[in-house]
T-cell receptor, first 112, second 117 residues
Framework: DGGITQSPKYLFRKEGQNVTLSCEQNLNHDAMYWYRQDPGQGLRLIYYSQIVNDFQKGDIAEGYSVSREKKESFPLTVTSAQKNPTAFYLC???????????FGPGTRLTVL | QKEVEQNSGPLSVPEGAIASLNCTYSDRGSQSFFWYRQYSGKSPELIMSIYSNGDKEDGRFTAQLNKASQYVSLLIRDSQPSDSATYLCAVKLDPNAGGTSYGKLTFGQGTILTVHP
């Protein structure tokens, strides 16, 4: 099955810890995105990548880091510098030249 | 002023009625417009995209775009209880607008729709 997978589905973190969220796609899409969603709010862009080994900051990149070493993978690290990390994290991808973005199932991160 | 605005609702309609969801955007350079449906606890699912002025129909869904008024809407005909969800409007800037915004979507906060039997 082609699609976007995110793991884990639920993640609990203690304050001061870094955690890495996985995003993998087998759609051969060029561009990948990370969004954050808080209750009652729309999605806000954290980072995006249009090609391998290149990525750009989105609107709320502080406290996050990413890498894009392979076309199919775009992991997101939530660092201890992120002051309010509890949220629903969504990964998306888009084929180059197409406009439509498709989302993975998401990871719900809770800081204890 | 928010870049993409939606009435957060909740919008409640009876089963079989037409649900009308509205979205306004501030950037006249916006080129592409999308409607996503998000069930509680799930990720957004793309249901409609529209790129030119006018109407676009897909089954029970009709998207309407008016670039002069900076307005995009989604109509759901014959609403069903299974349509109850949050509907997110998303807007993409013209990639020729410059900067690093290529491919970036800006989302509204979503409208909660409830269809009651």
């Amino acid at each position: 099955d082609g699609g976007i997978t995110q793991s884990p589905k639920y993640l609990f973190r203690k304050e001061g810890q870094n955690v890495t969220l996985s995003c993998e796609q087998n759609l051969n899409h060029d561009a990948m995105y990370w969004y954050r969603q808080d209750p009652g709010q729309g999605l806000r862009l954290i980072y995006y990548s249009q090609i391998v080994n290149d990525f750009q900051k989105g609107d709320i990149a502080e406290g996050y880091s990413v890498s894009r070493e392979k076309k199919e993978s775009f992991p997101l690290t939530v660092t201890s510098a992120q002051k309010n990390p509890t949220a629903f994290y969504l990964c998306a991808s888009r084929q180059g030249g197409d406009n439509e973005q498709f989302f993975g199932p998401g990871t719900r991160l809770t800081v204890l | 002023q928010k870049e993409v605005e939606q009435n957060s609702g909740p919008l409640s309609v009876p089963e079989g009625a037409i649900a009308s969801l509205n979205c306004t955007y501030s950037d006249r350079g916006s080129q592409s417009f999308f409607w996503y449906r998000q069930y509680s606890g799930k990720s957004p699912e793309l249901i409609m995209s529209i790129y030119s002025n006018g109407d676009k129909e897909d089954g029970r869904f009709t998207a309407q775009l008016n670039k002069a008024s900076q307005y995009v809407s989604l109509l759901i005909r014959d609403s069903q209880p299974s349509d109850s969800a949050t509907y997110l409007c998303a807007v993409k800037l013209d990639p020729n607008a410059g900067g690093t915004s290529y491919g970036k979507l800006t989302f509204g906060q979503g409208t909660i729709l409830t269809v009651h039997p």
